[in-house]
């Protein structure tokens, strides 16, 4: 008797981009009802392999077969029609519009503006997979964890049954990365087949019941998620090499004050009073939507304060960015890498001009080919993929473009840094690089740490300020095991 063939076989796929090749020969299945992890390095080839199944890009070679069918996925609507959906890290809802008008947008459907009918098929989808959704909740209104609700309930309304997670976690809280575990096991239970992309190899053991691991493009391992002992082990697994994602973290004599925050309040800030010295690594945690984002808008110069609220390396707020110097001041790692670190339509070598022009110009002269010898440099030394000054920054993962953007404000060599989610999206390899690259800038700066993980604050801060509801509700050393042990707590307003 011939078993069932797997909802989705990929043969030998291959894909270059000039010349760097992508993928190379790849050859993977996707079971019906299974969770399938892959992981790899930043640059691995994963983003592109799942585009190419997608139907976003077409592989120079190989073959795709659906439920032993070969097929061609052509463009992203065929793809679709074959049942394949893509949840991306960057969410692409329409903000104005409601969670049913979002499900129901381009969407072939005999009702005509029946809203009645269409807010009941979304509420009944909701609850088949445990989700909490209003079908009349406008899409700006929503957390991060609702978004990407909604972005799984228009494939589930689409019929879709193998669905692609890239990236998921990085932009829940802990509370709503649980509930999006529980939908993906209703998922399976249902008979889909799942594929899991994260670099958070906890998860990967705790949701996957396969672990296919990419390198340079290449499958070098396939696995039962069973058969993993540790996650250290995953991680030697997938980088070739003992990850121990650990630092030593040496305590650093605290010196001058860089920036001073005193009774900072607007709309969304409530009397936040925060000091941050020279040698100190200041971890700011708490539930996004807190205002986290508009008190370092605040310090980064993207917002005003009211008068004499922030001091920044010894200068009032207006006049320390009336006369901003390129390098020995501020460097700013914002969360948006795409958005705001970086402009998308540049190569590199003009992204990394972007804050270290004023060290390579001469008079009305910029020496071009000097910045481009120190920007390949850097490019080699942060292991930044693909190595090429001429491409352009949409062409980089997630992880290499925070790496490059990491690489051009450490240049800068800042007395104090801002940053948002360092780690966000970066594999364990290169999360234990920043970690210990931000640990040692410290002994030249003051670091604000702004993350989402409570383990990296932990492991990486001297002092802890946990925000709630606009203000910084307590501020202690990480020592404190007292106060560290009341974190989750303080983060949902329950006071230290």
């Not at 079908?135 to 494939?155: F, T, W, Y």
């Not at 605040?298 to 010894?314: E, H, N, Q, S, Y």
């Not at 003051?446 to 802890?464: K, N, Q």
């Not at 404190?480 to 329950?494: C, F, R, T, Y």
Request: proline content about 4%; hydrophobic content about 45%; some cysteine.
């Amino acid at each position: 008797m011939v078993g069932t063939p797997p909802l989705i076989r990929l043969e030998g796929i291959s894909k270059s981009f000039g010349t760097v090749q992508a993928n190379r020969d790849v050859s993977l299945t996707i079971e019906q009802g299974k969770v399938l992890a892959l992981l790899g390095e930043n640059g691995a080839g994963k983003s592109t392999l799942m585009s190419i199944l997608a139907g976003q890009l077409q592989p120079d070679s190989g073959a795709i077969f659906l439920q032993g069918r070969q097929v061609t996925l052509a463009s992203t609507e065929r793809a679709i029609k074959a049942g394949i959906g893509m949840v991306y890290q960057h969410f692409k809802l329409v903000d104005a519009m409601t969670v049913a008008e979002n499900i129901f947008l381009g969407h072939q459907s005999d009702i005509w503006l029946n809203w009645t009918r269409m807010h009941r098929e979304v509420t009944m989808l909701a609850e088949q997979y445990g989700m909490n959704v209003n079908p009349a909740a406008r899409i700006g209104d929503l957390s991060m964890g609702e978004r990407q609700q909604v972005e799984i309930l228009k494939l589930l309304h689409r019929k879709s049954t193998i669905l692609i997670f890239d990236e998921p976690t990085a932009v829940l809280t802990p509370h709503e990365a649980e509930n999006l575990f529980a939908t993906m096991k209703l998922m399976t239970a249902s008979g889909k087949g799942i594929v899991f992309i994260s670099h958070k190899l906890e998860e990967v053991m705790a949701i996957a019941d396969s672990i296919a691991i990419l390198r340079r493009g290449r499958i070098v391992d396939t696995i039962a998620a069973a058969d993993v002992g540790s996650a250290a082990e995953l991680a030697e697994r997938m980088v070739g090499r003992e990850v121990l994602l650990q630092v030593d973290r040496v305590p650093q004599e605290p010196r001058q004050i860089v920036l001073k925050v005193h009774d900072l309040q607007d709309s969304v800030l409530s009397n936040v009073d925060m000091e941050l010295r020279q040698g100190e690594i200041l971890g700011l945690v708490g539930v996004a939507g807190n205002g986290q984002k508009q008190l370092v808008e605040t310090i980064c110069g993207l917002r005003k304060p009211a008068a004499d609220k922030v001091r920044i390396l010894g200068m009032e707020w207006r006049k320390f960015f009336a006369g901003a110097e390129w390098e020995r001041t501020l460097s700013y790692i914002p969360e948006d890498r795409q958005g705001l670190a970086t402009c998308q339509g540049l190569t590199l070598i003009d992204n990394f001009l972007l804050t270290t022009r004023g060290g390579f110009a001469r008079g009305p002269w910029l020496m071009r080919h000097t910045a481009e010898e120190k920007a390949a440099r850097l490019i080699e030394e942060f292991d930044i993929r693909p190595p090429n000054l001429s491409a352009f920054a949409w062409q980089l993962s997630g992880g290499n473009l925070q790496k490059m953007v990491l690489a051009r404000e450490f240049y800068r060599k800042p007395r104090l840094i801002v940053a948002e989610q360092p780690t966000q999206g970066l594999d364990i390899a290169a999360a234990e690089d920043v970690w210990n690259l931000l640990l040692k800038a410290r002994e030249a700066a003051g670091i604000l740490l702004v993350t989402g993980d409570l383990s990296e604050a932990l492991a990486l801060s001297d002092r802890i300020g946990v925000m709630y509801n606009g203000r910084i509700v307590d501020l202690f050393p990480v020592e404190d095991e007292e106060k560290v042990a009341l974190i989750p707590q303080m983060m949902a307003g329950l006071g230290p």
